[in-house]
């Protein structure tokens, strides 16, 4: 049994010295490659990428910064936004007495500066007045808690006020029905006179 323990002893130290020998090795600054190499990779640029900024991805959120872009363009005085999805409408308010031309500036300015958002560069700008007021009333029925319904609401009066006809409900024409009398003979009137 000592003998047992006294080789066990011996192998525990060899292999502490072994062990020791391997990590005082001198580091290998080469690492296989010439110096020119290192050189070359000690001069070489990256390319400093900055983190992005986090950003609310909320659909109200969305459609506050899309706002917020909007009216800081001149002569928008407000700015209404409905988003779905990766989608948004933007309704600005322009002034009445602006001519149409003028108006399409206005739009155009506007969609340039949303295209730098990335929900924005796929939403749809409208300066029509009717389509401003129903998209109030879609994004008041939305932070009321509302938005299907809302939204059910202003297609149901979008499409009450275009008044169509459906091809179903078309009734054929009937021929109109004749007068009894014009339908008999004239001998048949004279006996009914009779």
Known sequence: MRRVLIW???ILIFMLISSCNIAN??????????AKQLKKTETERV???APEPKRDESPDAIAKRLVKIAVKIP???DATAIVAGKYAIVGID???KLDRSRVGTIKYSVAE????DPI???SLVTADPDLLQRLREIKADMDKGRPIKGIAEELADIAGRIIPQAPRAVQEKEDPPKPRDETREPNDRLKSIE
């Open 120 to 122: 924005g560069a796929t």
């Open 75 to 77: 002569q928008v005085n």
């Open 47 to 49: 390319p400093q990428t």
């Open 8 to 10: 066990f002893v011996f």
């Open 25 to 34: 090795k001198a580091p290998d600054n080469n690492l296989g490659g010439s």
């Open 94 to 96: 322009v002034e009445a």
């Open 113 to 116: 500066a949303l295209k730098e």
